[in-house]
């Protein structure tokens, strides 16, 4: 994808603020952005509107929740034809454990980011959803001992 021409240096410092911090008002955008409220408003609405900006999320920490396991599952397809990637995207789609799902180059077909909250819980997750569904001929799973960088911010490059 490249750069949109649409955004100017407003729009950069605009979505640099809003990484940091979506909750912020648009008086307290307009502030650290040098414009209007109104002006942000607008701003923020095309912003949205063209799909720049696709969406504003609360982070929740997984083990105030009891997801305190977070597993990388390499997974291999059966055959790779184009109806058994639809079968599996849909199984990835309907999953709520799955948080991220990557189509890859190499051994592994996908890889998944997936959340549990014990090793039982994940040992059901593979045998009784990954391993059995029709569009799955292997998966290699490994744990994560520790999170040492979360998803964070893009790095924004604008001018």
């Keep these: 994808m490249q750069i ?3 955004l100017d240096s407003f729009d950069w410092r605009l979505l640099d ?9 648009n008086g307290a ?12 408003s607008r701003r923020r609405q095309r912003l949205e509107q063209d799909g720049t900006i696709r969406g504003y999320r609360a982070l929740i920490e997984p083990s105030a929740i009891g997801l305190g396991i ?7 397809l059966n055959t790779h034809s184009r109806d058994n990637a639809r079968r599996f995207r849909d199984l990835v789609r309907l999953t ?11 051994e592994a077909d996908y890889l998944l980011k997936v959340a549990v909250g014990d090793l039982k819980e994940l040992s059901r997750f593979i045998n009784e959803i990954l391993m059995p569904h029709e569009s799955v001929a292997r998966v290699r799973s490994e744990i994560a001992l520790e999170t ?8 924004l490059a604008g001018p």
């Design 4 to 6: 949109s021409p649409n």
């Design 17 to 25: 603020a809003l990484q940091q911090d979506a909750s912020l008002t």
């Design 29 to 40: 955008l307009a502030e650290k952005v040098g414009l209007s409220a109104s002006q942000i």
């Design 70 to 76: 977070t597993v990388f599952i390499h997974v291999a």
């Design 96 to 106: 709520p454990a799955i948080l991220e799902a990557h189509a890859l180059t190499g």
């Design 148 to 155: 040492l960088k979360e998803p964070g911010l893009l790095p």
